[in-house]
């Protein structure tokens, strides 16, 4: 096996385990704001008082959307990663020409 059979390998795992990062924050993503924000407004349904289900909705918007935030940051992070493990393929392809 070549350095550069290596080096792609190495460079292969990197990107797997950066996807697979990439799959968790995506599903925390979209997925978990929503059970949140359900969570916290089923919590209230019970009340008929007007004043808590409003403050159960605001409650749950806020959490939903600090959540939505930390993830999309999280996000933005892998892609970043994604776009530097491509430099470094792309450099190493013009290293085996």
Same mark, same amino acid.
């Given at each position: 096996?070549? @350095? #550069?059979? *290596?080096?792609?390998? @190495?460079?292969? %795992?990197?990107?797997?385990?950066?996807? $697979?990062?990439?799959?968790? *924050?995506? !599903?925390?993503?979209?997925?978990?704001?929503?059970?949140?924000? /359900?969570?916290?407004?089923? $919590?209230?349904? /019970?009340?008929?008082?007007? $004043? !808590?289900?409003?403050?159960?909705?605001? %409650?749950?918007? *806020?959490?939903?959307?600090?959540? #939505?935030?930390?993830?999309? $940051?999280?996000?933005?992070? *892998?892609?970043?990663?994604?776009?530097?493990? +491509?430099? +470094?393929?792309?450099?190493?392809? +013009?290293? +085996?020409?």
């Amino acid at each position: 096996m070549s @350095k #550069w059979e *290596i080096e792609k390998n @190495k460079l292969d %795992m990197e990107y797997q385990k950066i996807m $697979q990062k990439y799959q968790v *924050i995506l !599903t925390g993503l979209y997925g978990i704001p929503g059970v949140v924000f /359900g969570f916290v407004l089923s $919590q209230n349904l /019970g009340f008929m008082n007007l $004043q !808590t289900l409003l403050g159960g909705l605001m %409650m749950g918007s *806020i959490a939903a959307f600090s959540l #939505w935030i930390i993830f999309n $940051q999280l996000e933005e992070n *892998i892609e970043k990663e994604i776009l530097s493990l +491509k430099k +470094k393929v792309d450099s190493l392809d +013009k290293k +085996k020409k």
